[in-house]
């Protein structure tokens, strides 16, 4: 049963999610998803040259690298687990995709 929106309520609940990123802003809690890859990046970059060149053998090295080189996957998990605000018609956003 589809849920028709009329103008109005569209327009509080786009109010609504406007309000609540405001919020979430002034709080600290969203972060610059550019900035903060960017120094995820230097950071991993940092730590590969520190762990290559130090004295730790060959395989705590491929095994601290490879354990670094995921850290991407993780940030797009927590991103897919943080994205979870109705998109159009209140399915999840992975809903939406598999459509």
Known sequence: MAICMGPG????????EKLRIEN????GELLNKDASTRTFG????????AVLSSDL?????????FYL????LRVRAVERAQSRLARGNGAHPDE???R
Do not use: G, H, Y
Not at 43 to 48: G, Q
Not at 57 to 65: A, G, I, V, Y
Not at 69 to 72: E, I, R
């Open 9 to 16: 309520l569209r327009t509080q609940n786009e109010q609504a």
């Open 24 to 27: 979430a802003v002034s709080r």
């Open 42 to 49: 230097e950071l991993a970059d940092a730590l590969k040259q």
């Open 57 to 65: 053998d060959r395989r705590s090295k491929e095994t601290f690298l």
């Open 69 to 72: 080189s995921t850290w991407p």
């Open 96 to 98: 939406n995709e598999r």
